[in-house]
């Protein structure tokens, strides 16, 4: 009664594993395949290096730069774009649905230094001192033209005040990283901290300079040093193709476990169908991101699961063949195989764990989707395997041929 009930338990732990995996947990499909964010390789976007142009830059500065280019992709509406150092002097940006990359760097990587000077080169007011920028149509006395409206904080309410004071008749000269936009005369004082900034702009280009100067000028100039779009036909193709490289391979390790072990193989097929599900539970509920590599990672871990099986499987029949019973041989088997696998399995988590934490971007993809896979499958082949063999046996089912003795 008791090897009944483990194997309507374990059944049903499949089952409902299947089910969240491929359909999920209430109306936002929690813990389904389709929560896993899909890497640029794999659904089409753009990735981007940049490198600081200085010399050292403080983690300070890199972190306020990281803080700076991720408002400026929300304000652009790149909300699953993601941002990262890379070392001590690079930022890596990887941002999904965009195919231009020269498009995304001009608009993610501008410096958007504005500063304020007087006809004398002096700098009365600097971009950091605007609270709040709006791109719209404004009348200029040539019609209404796009401009970029501007409200200043308390600090440079009272600097543009004083410069405007001291340049009655004189042209606030207006720079966006060093180069001249506008130089509006100073017809009278600006007492309220509101201006406009009008030039040679559409509509567009006004709402994205707007965008830049609101959310602040980085803390130095970055340099693009490489760029790769990838696009999205391309990358559904390439996901496509794995998808099914994987599900053939899949079926196919059923087929032949099934075929060379027998009742153990429909132990190990069991054991790998839960971990297969149990491993898109894990990447859904830790909302990683799944590239061509970490696809990869996941096929050599289930190939490490299924290597867990066989040296389990012929540690079994090395036993029967010198005439133990089938429970005894279950029993030796598991406890000779255990340490090769324990040891195999931990040389591989580490080797996981190093590109991890010294990895970048696909290669931290590779890492993780192979660790979690090596976990999972250590649990499943060393835990799950076992009831199961150990539960065919109490039901009855002895005969040394049926575990490929």
Partial sequence: ???????????????????????????????????????????????????????????????????????????????????????????????????????????????????????????????????????????????????????????????????????????????????????????????????????????????????????????????PISSSGVGAKLGMDAFNASLRAGIIGFVTILIYMLIIYRVSGIAADLALTLYVTLIIITLSLIESTLTLPGIAGIILSIGMAVDANVIIFTRIKEELSVNKSVRSAVDKGFNKALSGIVDGNITTLIASLVLYLLGTGIIKSFATTLGIGILLSMFTALVITRILLKTFVALGIKNPKAYGG
């Fill in 1 to 223: 009664m008791k090897a009944i009930l483990n194997m309507v338990a374990i059944l049903c732990v499949i089952v409902i594993s299947a089910y969240l995996a491929y359909y999920g947990f209430g109306s936002d499909k929690l813990l389904s395949y389709s929560n896993i964010r899909l890497g640029l390789d794999l659904q089409g976007g753009v990735n981007i290096v940049y490198e600081a142009e200085t010399d050292n830059p403080s983690a300070e500065d890199m972190s306020a730069a990281v803080a700076m280019i991720q408002i400026r992709l929300d304000k652009e509406n790149y909300t699953e774009a993601e941002v990262s150092i890379e070392g001590t002097n690079r930022i890596r940006v990887n941002i999904p649905g965009v195919e231009d990359p020269q498009e995304a760097i001009s608009s993610i990587g501008a410096t958007a230094l504005l500063t304020f000077e007087d006809e004398s080169g002096n700098v009365v007011l600097e971009g950091k001192h605007i609270e709040k920028a709006t791109g719209q149509l404004a009348d200029t006395g040539l019609g209404n033209q796009p401009v970029v409206s501007i409200k200043l904080d308390n600090e440079g309410t009272q600097l543009f005040k004083t410069a405007t004071e001291n340049n009655i008749g004189k042209p606030i000269i207006i720079k966006l990283d060093g180069e001249i936009i506008s130089a509006p005369i100073v017809n009278d004082v600006i007492r309220n901290g509101e201006s406009m900034i009008s030039g040679s702009f559409t509509d567009a280009e006004a709402k994205q300079l707007a965008s830049r100067i609101e959310a602040g000028s980085l803390p130095f100039a970055l340099t």
